[in-house]
Nanobody, 115 residues
Framework: QVQLVESGGGLVQAGGSLRLSCAAS????????MGWYRQSPGNQRELVAS???????NYADSVKGRFTISRDNAKKTVYLQMNSLKPEDTAVYYC?????????WGQGTQVTVSS
């Protein structure tokens, strides 16, 4: 079992920045992949960025060069630094932990980017 708690969402103007945090209930080294997903009304949930236990990173094309995923193993926390935000980044952002025995989700945090 992994419990995930996201924080850091909010309202920001286009061009601004936000940093999302996802605190896990157990060591990140025991989790194969941590990821950030987002879902906006009428759309499917999509992968934004992911990071493996070995540090490998993957980004959606729409956020490359603007978003950065990172992890602090000591704090059991994964971050998503979001820069140059656009109105189309508006969504609920979810943290995900993928392990060989289960797939876990946080409750989500709303990010709203105004034009």
């Amino acid at each position: 079992q992994v419990q995930l708690v996201e924080s850091g969402g909010g309202l920001v103007q286009a061009g601004g920045s936000l940093r999302l945090s996802c605190a896990a209930s157990r060591s990140l080294l025991s989790i194969n992949t941590m990821g950030w997903y987002r879902q906006s009304p009428g759309n499917q949930r999509e992968l934004v960025a992911s990071i493996t236990s070995g540090g490998g990173r993957n980004y959606a094309d729409s956020v490359k060069g603007r978003f950065t995923i990172s992890r602090d193993n000591a704090k059991k926390t994964v971050y998503l630094q979001m820069n140059s935000l656009k109105p189309e980044d508006t969504a609920v952002y979810y943290c995900n932990a993928w392990t060989y025995v289960g797939d876990y989700w946080g409750q989500g945090t709303q990010v709203t980017v105004s034009s």
